[in-house]
């Protein structure tokens, strides 16, 4: 399934200009932003590293309180997003702007631009929609950005097993917690939205062909950038 | 010239007319959207001066009725008197605004915008869309913070380096509402800078005009784009301390609590990481502006280009590692102390560089004292003088004593104003006509800059004095210090010249909209300079050229033989021995 | 100035990089909880799966590995940026 493509990387403005980067300007200035980002959750996510070294018993075990079989699968749905958004962007390349189409020979239909963009919308807000579940069961069970919530259940094992679920309130657990997966999930938000606001804008009416499909791939990077994020957060947050 | 790439022609001639709203005040394009930063800017700039004016009142004359404060609700001003509570807002709402919105969105706001598409040959920047909006939120973040006054409780007043647990806790600092909109309107602000940031570096790396090679950039350029490199890694490290502060203040997170077992040093450090390389963002762009402007008032090519080039770059990636400087008296590990003491003393060196630079420039030149040139020379020395004292507080030992003192003050003054408020009055003088299409007065110009620099210097040298005899920042009243009583007479003498300091911007100002309307109509190219911009009429139409210009040698070919009997030949004027660029072919398969 | 040439690559497997992830995911799940190593160890191990499956990602979805040097540095250079500003801290807290 490999054969040789032409990117975009050569798609000069449509004046004389010098060479520069050699990639479009859409792509050049998602990649800086991109690089702001990462700043951005340089920001929170050293923190939490910067936190978690000063007071590692503030910290419960991992998965005493977070559900980690569950984020496993959310992870696993956003990797498929990954995945489904990178098979559209090899599609448009193609020139496939089609939903689904027969292909002799074969059983699996192929699938074209609007077909893998869908399901990255569907991975992506499938996602998003666990984590506000997940959020709504954890701040039911006592899990708050301030703590364990006096009274609650969670309160009651970590009085019981400091060890397990985190000293006292375990207070900086949970405002790192919320924090991070916070933010992250609302750039899988906004980059949902984009994705939307696409379909139906430029996906829908077929504007995308294989002689300029650069949205797609300008917002092919940031979905994938906000996978990376995760993959990271998921480690570091869950799993130590 | 084989290949021809096709040039966007008439593409914005044949825009319908747009109605005003799109032209003046939604507009796209990024010169009017400099022109809205400048006004914008200006007007914060003034907030920021009237804050200093009551911080002035009340360090020279503690305790007495402020003229004018009658009209201040008693919340801040009992009597006519400054209270406490009002003191410690001002030093902190002027350090946050003269910071954050005038001299930042001064600097780059307007000059990145204004300048950039102009001095590389492009017609518009990369995201002209995005552009607009980065003006928008910046006016918005402006207003939150504005909001901060009128709200209850007052504005926040933890100090522009709103040092946590204080600005964390509203139990402690008396700012309930304020302190939350300090958060968001940094926030917003960090975003604005982002998305202008991002337009700047694709402007510069992807849009320039063809001749328009890296070391053909005018110095000016190279500045703001060696800025929006820090800009657009150093303002999400605030933001996300920002919200983890305002997360402190909402929701209960204890990020820097430390009876939670939060680490109230953490704010410092993730302030500083951002807050250095941001100082860097305050004088870097001016530096570059200055070298513009020294080069023409001399008539000469900048001393030493390239070096300029590299001490821009090495000033901003160790600006990256010298931020535990300002955390000297932080209780920090002494090693780690060491190492930014080392180097923080590093980074005078290309800062040095500069400045033996321009000196160069400077030397045997046909020196032309206009204005702009006056106030480029006024930078240099007064940056000389920040950049000294900050030699005293690169060493540890010397900033123990020093820190949070008046030295402090002088310093960030020197710098600030002395650097980047000269430099911009130089900039706003000098690409006025491009702006505007008339010239600023040169009369007044010239009276403005010598009584602000004379009333400038009385009001900010003797704080290197009062700080060195142990007066310290943000204090209210400094006679209730026996130590302090002694140098009492300093104050006064530092707050009157601060008021004629104050007062002598009104030359500035009547001079600029004055001048909007009734200024001389300028020529062309008033000052005879090289850069691209100046190929244009004033004001600069639209969409900039109608064919991309071709550049076919440095920017500061002042005083070349080439250019017979004129001291001066522009990037974009072809001489016979010249030959055209050849721009980059269009793509294959399109 | 050079001209830019029209770049011509083999273009991966998606599938066999979701299989990947996929198997390094379950990996790292099964490390944190069931495998007997010792703690330090098993943070490294799941620092490494961590920044492997991130590299997969950047290179391959985003296209990294067939892209210019220039473009790369632009994401490679906030990184020390962040190390930097963590390292420093922490032996500051350590202190």
């Known amino acids: 399934m490999t054969h040789a493509t032409q990117t975009l990387d050569q798609m000069r ?23 702001s980002d990462v700043m951005f959750f340089t920001a929170l996510i050293g923190s939490y590293i910067i936190l978690r070294f000063g007071m590692p018993s503030a910290w419960a075990r991992p998965g005493a309180v977070l559900n980690v079989p569950l984020t496993g699968v959310n992870t696993f749905l956003l990797i498929c997003s990954s995945v489904s958004m990178v098979k559209a962007y090899a599609a448009i390349a193609d020139g496939k702007k089609y939903f689904l189409r027969k292909v002799p020979g074969k059983t699996l239909q192929d699938g074209g631009l609007k077909f893998w963009l869908l399901v990255t919308i569907i991975c992506g807000a499938g996602f998003v929609g666990v984590q506000l579940v997940e959020y709504i069961k954890l701040v039911g069970e006592g899990f708050t950005p301030a703590g364990y919530r006096e009274g609650s259940l969670l309160a009651e094992h970590a009085l019981a097993d400091p060890v397990k679920y985190g000293a006292g309130v375990a207070g900086m657990y949970g405002s790192t917690f919320f924090t991070m997966t916070g933010f992250h999930g609302f750039h899988v938000t906004c980059g949902v939205i984009s994705m939307l606001y696409l379909y139906f804008t430029k996906v829908l009416p077929e504007k995308y062909s294989a002689q300029d499909y650069r949205g797609i791939e300008v917002i092919g990077l940031y979905w994938h950038f906000v996978d990376l994020v995760w993959i990271i957060l998921f480690t570091i947050v869950y799993l130590i | 010239m084989t290949t021809v790439a096709h040039t966007r022609t008439e593409a914005h001639s044949e825009h319908a007319p747009m109605s005003f709203w799109r032209k003046y005040i939604f507009s796209t394009d990024h010169k009017i959207i400099g022109i809205q930063f400048l006004f914008v800017s200006l007007f914060f ?14 360090l020279g004359f503690p305790g007495k009725p402020m003229p004018g404060g009658g009209i201040l609700p008693e919340s801040m001003v009992s009597g006519g008197v400054i209270l406490p509570e009002y003191y410690i807002q001002l030093v902190t709402m002027h350090g946050t605004f003269m910071v954050f919105f005038a001299i930042m969105p001064l600097l780059v706001g307007v000059y990145a915008n204004f300048l950039i598409p102009l001095k590389v040959g492009a017609h518009d920047m990369a995201f002209p869309r995005i552009n607009m909006w980065s003006f928008w939120l910046a006016l918005l973040a402006g207003l939150i913070m504005l909001a901060g006054f009128f709200v209850p409780d007052g504005a926040p007043r933890a100090g522009w380096t709103m040092y946590a647990p204080l600005s964390a806790r509203p139990d402690l600092s008396g700012a309930t509402i304020s302190q939350k909109l300090w958060s968001i309107s940094i926030v917003v602000l960090g975003l604005s800078s982002v998305m202008g940031s991002v337009n700047y570096i694709t402007t510069i790396i992807n849009h320039r005009a063809p001749g328009m090679y890296w070391f053909r950039m005018p110095l000016s350029v190279w500045a703001l784009f060696i800025t929006a490199i820090l ?17 402190d203040q909402s929701i209960g997170t204890h990020f820097f609590d430390p009876v939670a077992g939060g680490q109230a040093l953490l704010w410092q450090h993730l302030f500083w990481f951002f807050g250095h390389p941001e100082v860097y963002i305050l004088i870097l762009p001016a530096m570059g502006m200055v070298s513009d402007i020294i080069a023409n008032g ?13 001490a ?14 300002h955390m000297f008296m932080s209780g920090m590990n002494p090693t780690l102390g060491s190492t930014f003491m080392v180097s923080t003393l590093l980074i005078a060196v290309p800062s040095a560089v500069k400045v033996f630079n321009w000196m160069g420039t400077m030397w045997r030149g046909n020196l032309r004292f206009h204005v702009p040139m006056l106030n480029a020379i006024g930078f240099v020395s007064m940056f000389t003088i920040g950049g000294l004292s900050g030699i005293f507080m690169a060493a540890t ?23 980047s408020l000269f430099a911009l009055f130089a900039a706003i003088t000098y690409w006025y006509p491009k702006m505007f299409g008339r010239m600023m007065n040169e009369g007044i110009g010239k009276a403005h800059f010598f009584l602000t620099f004379i009333f400038y210097n009385m009001t900010f040298f003797p704080m290197h004095i009062i700080g060195m005899g142990g007066q310290m920042r943000r204090i209210y009243d400094p006679t209730i210090y026996d130590f302090l ?56 139409p639209h969409g900039n050229w109608d064919r991309t210009p071709n550049v076919y ?19 974009y004027v072809k001489l016979p021995t010249d030959r055209d660029p050849v721009p980059a072919p269009a793509p294959a398969g399109h | 100035m050079t001209t830019p040439q029209p770049t011509t690559h083999v273009r991966p497997n998606y599938l066999l990089i979701w299989l990947y992830l996929f198997v390094m995911t379950i990996a790292e799940v099964l490390l944190a909880f069931e495998l007997p190593v010792t703690q330090n160890l098993k943070l490294i191990l799941l620092l490494i799966l961590a920044v492997w499956k991130a590299m997969l990602v950047a290179l391959f979805f985003m296209h990294l590995k067939f892209e210019r040097w220039r473009l790369r540095l632009i994401f490679i250079v906030p990184l020390p940026l962040a190390a930097i500003l963590v390292t420093t801290v922490i032996m500051e807290k350590v202190f």
């Open chain 2, 485 to 540: 009583k002694p140098q009492q007479p300093l104050n006064v003498f530092i707050s009157y010249s601060a008021f004629a300091l104050f007062a002598v911007q009104i030359l500035f100002a009547f001079n600029f909209l004055w001048s909007l309307k009734f200024g001389k109509k300028a020529p062309q190219n008033p000052w005879d300079d090289n850069g691209l911009e100046w190929s244009l009429p004033n004001p600069a």
């Open chain 2, 298 to 310: 001399s008539r000469k090519p900048i001393f030493g280009y390239h070096s300029m080039v590299f």
């Open chain 1, 13 to 35: 403005p449509p004046f004389p200009a010098e060479v520069g980067s050699g990639v479009y300007s859409n792509k050049l200035g998602m990649w800086v932003f991109l690089a």
């Open chain 2, 553 to 571: 040698r440095g920017p500061y070919e002042f005083s070349a033989p080439e250019a017979g009997d004129k001291d001066y030949l522009p990037q």
């Open chain 2, 45 to 58: 700039l003034l907030v920021g001066g009237l804050l200093a004016m009551q911080i002035r009142w009340q």
């Open chain 2, 231 to 247: 800009a657009v890694l150093a303002l999400p490290v605030l933001q996300g301390a920002a919200i983890m502060l305002l997360f």
């Open chain 2, 397 to 419: 030992p010397v900033d123990i004593p020093l820190h949070d003192t008046q030295f402090i003050v002088a310093h960030i003054h020197y710098v600030l104003f002395g650097g």
């Open chain 2, 312 to 325: 821009i770059i090495g000033i901003a990636f160790l600006g990256w590692l010298v931020w535990g400087h």
